[in-house]
């Protein structure tokens, strides 16, 4: 059995359980005998936030396979590869299965004591020298909820840190923003039930059928044969199976969309009562796109004015039309605008709180809604403002906390992060479940920041990520599958994580990780009650008390597998049916503001911050390539089936074009090259991207070394989606030399 340190054995039982549970042997995990399985239990899927449910097969308790579940009111059957593949990474060489502790270029293996000792010693002795704020975090939208609370709260409440941030910056901030501005809350106000009953759904800036392939299912469905528009600059597999696609210019979209409500305004279209009973802003709204005229329109966007007028009578028309976005609109320099331009668009036709209807920013991360509403970095834990002295005062109450612990601003966000390391304010990072090295923006940045640390403490499933590799100190975390909580998704689905299978070696939960170091760190009395998950589910219950995801009204982990799965929200009294299973909200056009309105929220358009030029002439998009991977690909890349369902190789969509002036054929190893770097790609000649435009896929770590560290002034996303670089043959650099 694994050694373990003493104060765990004391003070933690169901660590101590856990821990004997692992295997401590070497090579792979311990995998169960295959047979027949005895069992079988449903829960949610571990990467995107469609948050499909899998009934896991079992055999004496540990996972032998899985199969879509035929009941969860998510995807009703259905599954794509990643879901089907969802065991395989947990079996792979490269899992972390001991603490690793940097030793000059070697990494040592050491006990978990040595692994808290040395944490606690370090970070404190670089707040005792540098002040509260030369330490910082790095969370996820990738863990359970009920870790991400503890993380948050043992962070910055428990160990006195004040800077920290997730993942999720590079994903939601930007919807998060919008919804906060416009609903009073934080808040995506659909269920999926509303892509089967809408007449026309406007997809902007989304690849559903690679990002959402289970969503594109669910639209599939529909049976009133809707109009499906994709707007978007590349034909994707999601544009070419619609039935219009907008091919505009990236970046223009925010003009497309004031000049489509201008049109529907000069169409007499504007649901007035609407407006008038549930709406703030609408006058000043309507002077503000008055400017944008269908011709102005026409000339910024590449499309003709015809086809603006025409999105504006579709829309105007259709009946219940619902708006879709994910990251063609959030990674942008004007990403919030331009998606409360789409709230905008359906608040002005009353298309909310009404079946098919809706502005709905699609989530990325299997639980970035947890990591929102109780990550506690860009919001107070329950979705609270750190800066309002009432939500601090109410936080305080339920942890029981000093309300002095809790700081008045949110932090810096992650490119202030960064930033300050780089330029030595901040000198320790710890980064829990997710991948900097490789899936921040402009790369040589980052790596100057990691480089520049006294202290990385890296907590991952595998010891071979790029960031990992950088660790000081590497803390090996059981993933998906091994261990227990509860995951929150697109649709404020709260569902079931479950332990079915054993963490190899002596990897811990991150729930377990962060129970060591509370205690270790000397801080672990406000949280001595937290001995479980589910222990801290009922804590997020009292959080979520009184606020509009509440979900006081769910008795326990029982009750959501019973129910498939529960929306929040779900105050006490609520009862779960099957009429109630899938939800919206707004239905009484009742918004989160005080005044219970929604405002319209606007402005002008900017410039593109890095133009296409003389010497860099095409615009770079990045995005995802295909079903099968996930973004930097730890996991992925682990399962044999997935890998031959993707490229192997980075490559570059180029248009045919382009591609002739540059006299580049298809599968020409060429470089692109941006103002900050210089990769190798295979080139791939293809009509889906337009001329001018190059898309690269970000599965591969040497994209970001082009991407240009440029952010939405709200929500301090980072603008992924477009940069100018140029495209060099071979012949012209001795590239591809050798192969
Ligand atoms: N297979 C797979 N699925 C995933 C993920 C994965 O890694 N792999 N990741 C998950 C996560 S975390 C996220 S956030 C989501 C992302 O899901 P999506 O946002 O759908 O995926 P992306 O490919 O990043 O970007 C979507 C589209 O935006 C377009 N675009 C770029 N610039 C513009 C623009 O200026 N205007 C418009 N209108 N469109 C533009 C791109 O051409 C691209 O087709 O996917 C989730 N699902
Ligand atoms: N160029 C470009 N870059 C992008 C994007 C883009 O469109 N273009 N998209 C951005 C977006 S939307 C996103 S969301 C980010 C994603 O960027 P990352 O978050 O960096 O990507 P992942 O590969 O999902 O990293 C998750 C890490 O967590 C680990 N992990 C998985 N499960 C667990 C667990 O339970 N516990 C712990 N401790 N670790 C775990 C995995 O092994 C992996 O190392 O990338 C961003 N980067
Ligand atoms: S669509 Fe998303 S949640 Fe569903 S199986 Fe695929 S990766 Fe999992
Ligand atoms: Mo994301």
């Known amino acids: 059995m694994a050694k373990l340190p003493s104060f765990l054995q004391q003070r933690d039982g169901a660590l101590t359980r856990e821990l004997a549970l692992s295997p401590a042997g070497h090579g792979l995990g311990r995998l169960p005998e295959k047979g027949k399985p005895d069992a079988t239990t449903t829960m949610t899927c571990g990467f995107c936030s469609t948050g499909c449910g899998l009934d896991v097969h079992l055999r004496r308790g540990e996972a032998i396979g899985l199969s879509p579940s035929a009941d969860y009111p998510v995807n009703q059957g259905m599954a794509c590869p990643k879901g089907w593949q969802a065991l395989a990474p947990l079996r792979s060489a490269d899992r972390a299965r001991y603490p690793l502790l940097r030793r000059g270029r070697e990494r040592v293996r050491v006990d978990w004591h040595t692994a808290m000792t040395t944490f606690v010693e370090r970070m404190k002795a670089t707040l005792r020298e540098h002040g509260p704020e030369s330490v910082a975090f790095l969370g996820t939208g990738q863990i359970a909820t009920e870790e991400l609370v503890f993380l948050g709260a043992l962070a910055k409440f428990g160990m006195g840190l004040v800077h920290g941030d997730g993942n999720t910056r590079q994903c939601m901030a930007t919807a998060v923003v919008a919804h906060k501005q416009a609903f009073g809350?934080?808040?995506?106000?659909?269920?999926?039930?509303?892509?089967?009953?809408s007449d026309v759904v406007v997809l902007v800036g989304s690849n559903l059928c690679v990002a959402h392939p289970i969503l594109w299912e669910r639209l599939k469905r529909n049976p009133r044969s809707p109009r499906v528009i994709v707007v978007d600059p590349r034909r994707t597999e999601t544009a070419l199976a619609a039935t219009w696609h907008l091919p505009i210019r990236p970046k223009s979209d925010l003009v497309l969309f004031h000049a489509v409500a201008r049109e529907i305004i000069h169409l007499g279209r504007v649901d007035?009562?609407?407006?008038?009973?549930?709406?703030?802003?609408?006058?000043?709204?309507?002077?503000?796109?008055?400017?944008?005229?269908?011709?102005?329109?026409?000339?910024?966007?590449?499309?003709?004015?015809?086809?603006?007028?025409?999105?504006?009578?579709v829309i105007a028309e259709g009946g219940r039309v619902s708006f879709w976005w994910t990251m063609g609109v959030n990674q942008s320099h004007e990403g919030v605008r331009t998606a409360e331009s789409l709230i905008n668009l359906a608040l002005m036709t009353g298309n909310i709180g009404r079946p098919g209807a809706g502005a709905c920013s699609i989530t990325g991360q299997c639980n970035a809604m947890g990591s929102r509403l109780f990550g506690n970095t860009a919001s107070l834990l329950g979705g609270r403002d750190f800066k309002n002295p009432a939500h601090r005062a109410e936080v305080a109450g339920v942890l029981g906390i000093d309300e002095g612990s809790i700081p008045?601003?949110?932090?810096?966000?992650?490119?202030?992060?960064?930033?300050?390391?780089?330029?030595?304010?901040?000198?320790?990072?710890?980064?829990?479940?997710?991948?900097?090295?490789?899936?921040?923006?402009?790369?040589?940045?980052?790596r100057e920041a990691l480089d520049a640390l006294d202290f990385l403490v890296v907590e991952d499933m595998y010891d071979s990520t790029e960031t990992a590799e950088l660790a000081d100190l590497l803390l090996p975390a059981a993933g998906w599958g091994e261990k227990d909580g509860t995951f929150i998704n697109s649709e404020r689905r709260v569902g079931l994580l479950k332990k079915v299978a054993r963490a190899p070696g002596e990897a811990l939960a991150d729930f377990s990780i962060f129970r060591l170091i509370a205690d270790a760190w000397g801080c672990g009395e406000p949280f001595s009650s937290w001995t479980s998950p589910e222990r801290v589910f009922e804590v997020m219950k009292e959080l979520s008390r009184g606020t509009p995801a509440d979900i006081t009204g769910i008795a326990d982990y029982r009750a959501i597998d019973a129910a498939l799965g529960i929306q929040w929200p779900f105050p006490l009294g609520a009862v779960a049916t099957p009429e109630t299973r899938e939800r919206r909200l707004f239905e009484d056009g009742r918004f989160f503001h005080p005044d219970g309105r929604a405002r319209f929220v606007f402005d002008r358009p900017r410039p593109l911050?890095?133009?296409?030029?003389?010497?860099?002439?095409?615009?770079?998009?990045?995005?995802?390539?295909?079903?099968?991977?996930?973004?930097?690909?730890?996991?992925?890349r682990k399962s044999a089936v997935l890998r031959s369902l993707s490229p192997s190789e980075l490559y570059v969509e180029v248009h045919p074009d382009d591609a002739a002036r540059l006299g580049v054929e298809g599968g020409l190893r060429v470089l692109v090259e941006s103002r900050r770097g210089s990769v190798s790609a295979v080139a791939v000649v293809s009509r889906a991207v337009q001329p001018g435009i190059v898309f690269m896929p970000m599965h591969f770590r040497e994209t970001n070394r082009l991407t240009l560290s440029v952010f939405d002034p709200h929500s301090k996303q980072p603008a992924y989606k477009s940069c100018a670089v140029r495209i060099v043959h071979p012949r012209a650099r001795g590239a591809g030399r050798g192969g």
């Open 272 to 313: 007035a009562d609407f407006v008038a009973a549930h709406t703030r802003g609408f006058e000043e709204f309507a002077a503000h796109v008055e400017h944008w005229t269908p011709e102005r329109a026409a000339l910024a966007t590449g499309l003709t004015a015809e086809d603006v007028r025409e999105l504006g009578r």
């Open 185 to 197: 809350f934080d808040a995506p106000p659909y269920s999926y039930a509303d892509l089967e009953e």
């Open 408 to 446: 008045s601003t949110a932090g810096f966000s992650y490119h202030e992060i960064v930033h300050h390391i780089r330029h030595g304010k901040i000198k320790a990072l710890w980064v829990v479940g997710t991948n900097p090295a490789h899936s921040w923006i402009h790369q040589s940045g980052m």
């Open 609 to 636: 911050p890095e133009p296409c030029d003389a010497v860099f002439p095409l615009q770079l998009l990045t995005g995802r390539g295909s079903a099968a991977q996930w973004h930097t690909e730890t996991r992925t």
